[in-house]
Every structure is written in C-alpha cells, then in structure tokens.
C-alpha cells in the first residue's frame, strides 16, 4: 500500500461499500483458518534499515534470486542471498513506458517472459487512481488494466503474480462467458495470463497482456476482504493480506472450470502481525521445506523482509 495508511475503522467501512459494488468479487466466505502448513517460527531476512519504508512486493526468479519493488519512491532491487538474509545485488528506479512518472509500484513476479510489476497509481499524481501493469526487462511495455471497479487511488491494484497457460488448458479453464480458454484467441500475450489482485474488494483479475492492449479474461473471489499479494505455486494461487486480516492467506485451484477458493491458513505464529505486503516462495524444495518470504512495507523494527517456511506437501 502506498504512503499515508488510513486509520482502520475507515479502512473497514470503505472496503465494505466496494464489496458490494464489486458484484462477486466481495468477501466470499472462505472457511475457518487453520495452522499455518509450515514452520511456526520465522526470522529477519535483510540488514538494518536497508529499505526502509513502503517494500511492497516480492517474488522468487529462482532458489538464489528474489526480485522486490517499492512503491515510493518506486525502485526495483535484484537480491541475492547473503548468508542466512537477502541481500541487494541491483536496484534501479522506475518510470512508465515514456521514462516519467513515479510508478506506485505494489506488486512482482518473474516469469519466462520477463519481469513485471503492477501499480495503482503515479505516485506525482496521486490523487487519481491508474491501474497498470508495467514490463521492466528486457523490452519496456506498459499495460491499462479495463474491467476493474472505480476505487480511491490508494485502494487499487496490489498483487499480481503468474499462470502458465499449461496449467490453465489442462484444468479445462473457463473465460468468464463460460468458454474454454483458447491461449490462440489471445494473440501476442505471451505464454501464460496475470492475476491481479484489488485491494480494495479482494477480488482477483486475470488478464492476458496482448501488444493491442490489455484483455479481461476471468475475474473472481480472493475469499479475502483485502488482497495485498499473489503467489502461483504448485498449481495453486495463493492471496495474502496483511494485518487488517491478521496476516491470513488462502489458496486457490480450478474446479469446474473456476478458480475457487481451497484452504485458509493463519500466518505463522510468530510472524508479527505487521503491514505484510509481499509474499513469495522458493521455487525448490529442500528437506521436505520451501523458503518463504514476507515483505514488510512499514519495515517495522528496521527490517522490511522476513523468512520462514512453506512444508513442500502442503
């Protein structure tokens, strides 16, 4: 979330109006929480101070790379690990497409076609609310995103991660008119669509990323009342939220056609209940254990990052 968090009870009753406007895309009941699927302890992953403020966004290129971004002033970092942390090997700042602007960078993912990230506004405009999904790699693109509701400009797009189009034909997935999903009828997109997480209704938009522009594919529940981060792994895609929701995650898998909700867990017990805006997890399973790592925006106590672990048969 970018700077200036409101106080929560406002936070509460705005959410709530955009549920119902959002129409299906509100806080669909997800079942009761249960244990976090991994280690109850978790620990510091960064230096003293090294980000500081507004770290909104993680996710694993690799076992030994993880990419973050922050959202002001709006700064991509390459990370490396550095013995039991994660260490800055490169950072640059972003810009749009025409190298101006300030993007409000939120959200991450390394995938096979490059890295992206999502922003919901231009942080030297704040006022007015511009969701948008930027390429950052190799050829510099840039993405509006059609189909969301209107929301205040610091309750927009906060996630986004990405879904191999492999997964989705075996899963026999559906575009919202209830047609198979077709990776031919969306030429130029790449290999795979984008899940883009709202914060404001924790609902979730899939999009393919054409060169003509962005094209809704699906939208459907988080089963969160906020989204603050996505996850694809293990064919599942997870949504996290911060500490308006305790910290819960819940994932989500294709039945019938849909992307509905499967389980919800607790944060770990002794993750700070914190403003977690990023989560991520390795790649590689060691020792029955996947690396995750939570993203701190308000980098409270000095260290923006912390590690803990996923069990790799949850």
Known sequence: MPRGREAVPLRIKVISVFAVLAV????????????WPGDSAVKVADGSNVFGKNLSGVSFESAG????????????????????????????????KNGEGDPDAEGVVSTPDGVFVVSERDNDNGDVSS?????????VAEWKLPGMPSVDPNEGPEAISWIPDSFL???????????PYVPADYPGHGTGLFAVGLEA???????????????????FASGQAQVMDLEWEN???????????SGR???LAISDGKFKVTATYDRPSKLPNVNLEGFALSPSCVNGKKVALWSDDDNTDKHALRSGSLNCTA
């Open 249 to 251: 995650s819940t994932t």
């Open 131 to 139: 969701p948008m999904v930027l390429k950052v790699s190799g050829t």
């Open 235 to 245: 064919n599942r895609l997870w949504a996290t939220c911060d500490d308006n929701c």
């Open 65 to 96: 790379v993880v990419w973050a971004v922050k959202n002001g002033p709006s700064t991509l970092y390459r990370l490396v690990p550095s013995g039991s942390t994660w260490k800055v090997d490169s950072k640059r700042s972003l810009t749009f």
């Open 169 to 179: 034909t075996s899963q026999n997935f559906k575009d919202d008119t209830g047609k």
């Open 24 to 35: 299906g895309l509100g806080t669909t009941a997800a079942g009761a929480a249960t244990t």
């Open 201 to 219: 209704t924790g609902g979730i938009f899939l999009y393919a990323l054409q060169d003509g522009g962005a094209k809704l594919v699906s939208k």
